[in-house]
């Protein structure tokens, strides 16, 4: 009997052994996630996302570095160096009608390290929805996403416009709070982590808090919900569209990465990695309504229409377009107001189409949601824009 024992706890452990070896990706993945943002690793982490996650690599391309000149430095507003501390900045890149006028590195960070984007994301697949719009392949804005994707008819996705979605007025409830384990963002996370399918998690929403196109409430899940419709509405996966209609045309320095579920479907809400320089490239490409060193990557209109404050937020929050936030002071009326792309843990891509001034920021800034972080940023944001554009 002793005997017989002893065979069945070596068969279990040489089972458990071979299902470990088997899954010990998935499992030093899922760790990953669980310490993903802890103090002494997020610097390190935010770099070597793709060591990390499940990923594919964007080319760059066989075409030329698309130049970024140095121009004369600016001098530093008062206050920056306590700003970079406080909100524990790894990379700073400010343009002024096309060229660097600052760049510096933090953390032991440089140049050649591919950031996260988190949503910064978003603004870059808003963008390939206009390439769409413009190509004729979404005809309307209106239509539904269960028009495009059938497997979200049923879901809490039923009877939303792409409009809806572009918006964050999709109504689906959809828990968003990083620091809480069992939040829909989390768990989506671990999704990723274990290898599974983010069209199944999305398909599996079937909770409304209100109708669609009544209220802005930020769900990073409509972002993937508008890769899906993307997707069908191409033909093609989101690297591959990425890839050509982006990185290529804007010349990057480096190749970039995208984070995929465990299909190689690419976490579009956030999953982006490029040098910040080559964030920079994609902002003063926006800035310039669509145009890069001569040819027209997406049209001005899409442009303009992304980045006017169209989402329903609430009186006195920052305001929101098609993927893209606007200062919640800013006048609606201008068409050179200010815009940005958001990330959490401070990243941002800021616009200031009135000065010229581009700046890409990256952070790993663990305190990103306290009260009054995002005004302080945006404050610094005007405050070296003003000084780039010389006080004009």
């Known amino acids: 009997m002793l005997r017989i024992l002893l065979r069945a706890v070596v068969v279990i452990a040489c089972v458990a052994a071979a299902v470990g070896f088997f899954y010990r990706d998935r499992i030093a993945q899922l760790r990953a996630v669980n310490s993903l943002f802890s103090e002494e690793k997020i610097t390190e982490n935010f770099s070597t996302m793709t060591d990390l996650f499940y990923s594919t690599e964007l080319p760059r391309g066989d075409g030329p570095v698309s130049p970024l000149p140095k121009a004369t ?36 960070t440089g ?108 769900t990073s899940i409509d972002t993937h919900v508008l890769g899906m419709v993307l997707r069908a509405a191409t033909g093609e996966t989101l690297p591959d569209l990425i890839t050509t209609r982006l990185i290529e045309p804007l010349g990057l320095e480096s ?71 606007m200062p919640r002071d800013i006048d609606t009326a201008k068409r050179d107001h200010e815009f940005m792309g958001i990330g959490v843990y401070g990243q941002h891509l800021y616009i200031n189409p009135e000065k010229g001034v581009v700046i890409a920021h990256n952070a790993s800034d663990r305190a990103f949601r306290k009260t009054g972080v995002i005004d302080t940023n945006i404050a610094m944001f005007r405050a070296l824009a003003e000084a780039a554009a010389g006080g004009q």
Do not use: C
């Open 73 to 108: 430095p600016i001098a530093l507003p008062e206050g920056f160096e306590a700003w970079t501390q406080d909100r524990s900045l790894t990379a700073l890149v400010v343009l002024k009608d096309g060229e660097i006028v600052h760049e510096s590195y933090y953390q032991g």
């Open 255 to 325: 190749d970039g990465a995208y984070i995929t579920d465990g299909q190689g479907v690419a976490f579009a809400l956030g999953g982006l990695n490029f040098t910040t320089r080559d964030y920079a490239r994609f902002g003063q490409m926006i800035l310039q309504e669509g145009q890069w060193q001569g040819q027209r990557i997406v049209s001005a209109d899409w442009v303009l229409r992304a980045t006017r404050a169209t989402a329903k937020t609430a009186e006195g929050d920052l305001k929101y377009g098609f993927q893209w936030w």
């Open 111 to 218: 140049p050649a390290d591919r950031r996260i984007s988190w949503s910064v994301a978003k603004s870059y697949l808003s963008t390939l929805i206009g390439t769409a719009v413009d190509a004729g392949e979404i005809e309307d804005l209106n239509a539904m996403v269960t028009d495009y994707v059938p497997d979200l008819s049923g879901s809490a996705y039923e009877g939303a416009s792409i409009r809806d979605v572009l918006n964050m007025s999709s109504g689906v409830v959809f828990n968003e709070d990083y620091f809480d384990f069992w939040s829909d963002i989390n768990k989506m996370g671990r999704v990723l982590a274990l290898g599974g399918s983010m069209d199944a998690f999305a398909v599996k929403l079937d909770e409304k808090f209100v109708e669609p196109g009544t209220q802005f409430e930020y």
